[in-house]
Nanobody, 116 residues
Framework: QVQLVESGGGLVQAGGSLRLSCAAS????????MDWYRQAPGKQREWVAV???????DFADSVKGRFTISRDNAKNTVYLQMNSLKPEDTAVYYC??????????WGQGTLVTVSS
């Protein structure tokens, strides 16, 4: 099993920054990549960013140039640095692991609210 715990959400004004963290535990060896997703009120969950085991990153067009994703292997933690936040970034942000074992790990989510 893989367990994921997000933290770092909160309330921020438009133009501000937040850093989300996702701590992984359990079968860490099975993780090939880590994603961030988000779900805004009344909308479907959407993919935001990914970082692979090899360090390759990719981002949704809506956050390119504003968000970065990184990891600390010693802490088994992935970070999502969010800058120049907009009200439309308001959502519950979820961490997800792409794993080689037959499970589909998701974190519990952390709420980000951006006020205008």
């Amino acid at each position: 099993q893989v367990q994921l715990v997000e933290s770092g959400g909160g309330l921020v004004q438009a133009g501000g920054s937040l850093r989300l963290s996702c701590a992984a535990s359990g079968s860490i060896f099975s993780i090939n990549a880590m994603d961030w997703y988000r779900q805004a009120p009344g909308k479907q969950r959407e993919w935001v960013a990914v970082i692979t085991r090899g360090g390759t990153t990719d981002f949704a067009d809506s956050v390119k140039g504003r968000f970065t994703i990184s990891r600390d292997n010693a802490k088994n933690t992935v970070y999502l640095q969010m800058n120049s936040l907009k009200p439309e970034d308001t959502a519950v942000y979820y961490c997800h692991a792409r794993v080689t074992i037959p499970v589909d790990p998701w974190g519990q989510g952390t709420l980000v609210t951006v006020s205008s």
